[in-house]
């Protein structure tokens, strides 16, 4: 069967969000109000800032206010990998904070358990499952990078589990599978949007006071603390925590540290009895494939497979709009590799198709600032492993509003920023000649270019 004939009914929507139990928008902030802490942003970065504030002073005065609706954006339309690394994996992380990767990797441990209890404390029904992840190798030199990276681990503390060609194909069955590492406990699958949604309304009955459709348009100090406008009216806060993201920030000093990079994804049909007996998947684990361009899939809650990734695609001049959420051209490559790997499944069928920028930055994993003597906290730059880590970047910007020093404060991560990128046009050469020079390599058995090794060298490197 053709691929793309796969896609013919495929909704142009999120599927996470295409869901009938959907919860209703608040209004909108008309008028003026005060706050302790304002939040900007009703995305995980947002809700935890503001969860976590109500738990440590259940007096706080906490507003949190969303230009859309909470969850709607990146948190509501990722694959629901909720990862314990704070560092976009083990590799990224000893190659720029190698004195503390025990400490970010403990950090991170706790972390994630930290939203397991969250989610249970505040009853939020989110189809969590704390499977794990296991990272595939689809080419021999694959192999050798798992080895490498179960060594780091093991010097760590940390245990990976090595599965050779059938141990790998013995969890999940595909014909392109060569091994794999099985991270069991650092990864959770999760239902993304209805997460958001839960935390939504934890953070409403810990008192917060949330307004929907409503734009920061201004950040400015006023007296001692801080005012920001909206299009209805103006909030005036002690503090201000921006989880903004891939947005521009409100802090213009610091927008030139990210880029928009536009990450897409189809969602199957639910598959049969006798489709999922074809592929085995008894574990429910997370998979991805280990190249540059990378692919990641897992299985829903109604055993649909979400399957992502490969294409990362930048615009020229970083904008983020509507019209780029969807890439035909894109979905028609998804479809085709879907098929390869799981050539059994043909005949299946994929019901929602759809895209949404993700923030990155040099450092390909968050960083933190403060503004305007303090009274500004903001994180940014997860580059799509936010779904557990912005529960840490919330802890951080608290932190540094408060104004003591935290083990969080004092790691290095946290106290430097990454590169800003080049202005354009350099920025969209770069990135373009980085992702073609990633592609190669893929082709070729993982060799970096000239381009690749210059990046590496200078701290900018990055396999995937």
Not at 52 to 63: C, F, H, T, Y
Request: aromatic content about 10%; some cysteine; hydrophobic content about 40%.
């Amino acid at each position: 069967m053709d691929p793309v004939r796969s896609l013919q009914d495929a909704k142009p929507t999120p599927f996470w969000l295409d869901d009938p139990g959907r919860p209703q928008a608040l209004s909108a902030l008309v008028g003026d109000v005060k706050c302790d802490l304002l939040v900007v942003g009703g995305g995980y970065s947002g809700l935890w800032t503001a969860l976590i504030a109500k738990e440590r002073d259940p007096g706080l005065d906490v507003v949190l206010i969303e230009g859309q609706e909470v969850g709607w954006a990146a948190s509501g339309r990722n694959g629901g990998f909720c990862a314990a690394s704070l560092t976009h994996g083990l590799g990224n992380g000893q190659q720029r904070w190698p004195d503390e990767l025990a400490r970010l990797e403990r950090l991170g441990e706790r972390n994630l358990q930290e939203m397991e209890d969250s989610v249970k404390r505040y009853a939020i029904d989110c189809d969590w499952e704390r499977t794990g992840e296991i990272d595939v190798a689809t080419e021999p030199y694959q192999l050798d990078d798992l080895h490498e990276v179960a060594e780091l681990a093991a010097g760590l503390g940390s245990e990976l589990t090595f599965l050779d060609r059938d141990a790998m194909r013995a969890e999940v069955d595909s014909p392109t599978y060569l091994g794999g590492l099985w991270d069991k406990e650092g990864v959770a699958m999760v239902n993304p949007a209805k997460l958001a949604w839960g935390l939504k309304r934890a953070c409403a009955e810990q008192g917060v006071r949330i307004f929907e459709h409503t734009r920061a348009t201004d950040l400015a100090e006023h007296g001692h603390g801080m005012a920001v406008r909206t299009p209805y009216g103006r909030i005036f806060a002690g503090k201000v925590a921006l989880g903004t993201n891939v947005f521009p920030s409100l802090v213009k000093r610091t927008r030139a540290h990210t880029v928009p990079v536009y990450d897409y994804a189809l969602m199957t049909e639910p598959l049969s009895a006798e489709q999922l007996a074809s592929i085995g998947w008894q574990g429910r684990q997370g998979l991805g494939d280990s190249a540059n361009q990378f692919h990641y899939y897992r299985l829903s809650a109604d055993n649909r497979i979400l399957w992502g990734g490969y294409d990362a695609v930048y615009h020229y001049g970083g904008r983020v709009r509507a019209e780029y959420d969807h890439r035909p051209r894109t979905y028609r490559t998804l479809a085709t590799h879907f098929f390869q790997t799981f050539p059994q499944l043909e005949g299946l069928r994929f019901t929602h198709s759809w895209g949404g920028a993700i923030d990155t930055c040099t450092r390909f994993s968050a960083f933190f600032d403060t503004a305007y003597r303090g009274k500004v906290a903001l994180a940014a730059g997860y580059t799509g492993l936010g779904v557990g880590a912005t529960r840490f970047g919330a802890e951080v910007m608290l932190d540094l509003l408060a104004g003591g020093r935290t083990e969080r404060t004092a790691l290095e991560m946290v106290r430097r920023k990454p590169l800003p990128f080049p202005p354009e046009p350099v920025r969209w050469i770069g990135i373009e000649l980085t992702k073609r020079s990633l592609d190669l390599a893929d082709r070729s058995a993982g060799r970096r270019n000239l381009w690749l090794r210059t990046l590496d060298r200078f701290g900018l490197g990055f396999d995937s």
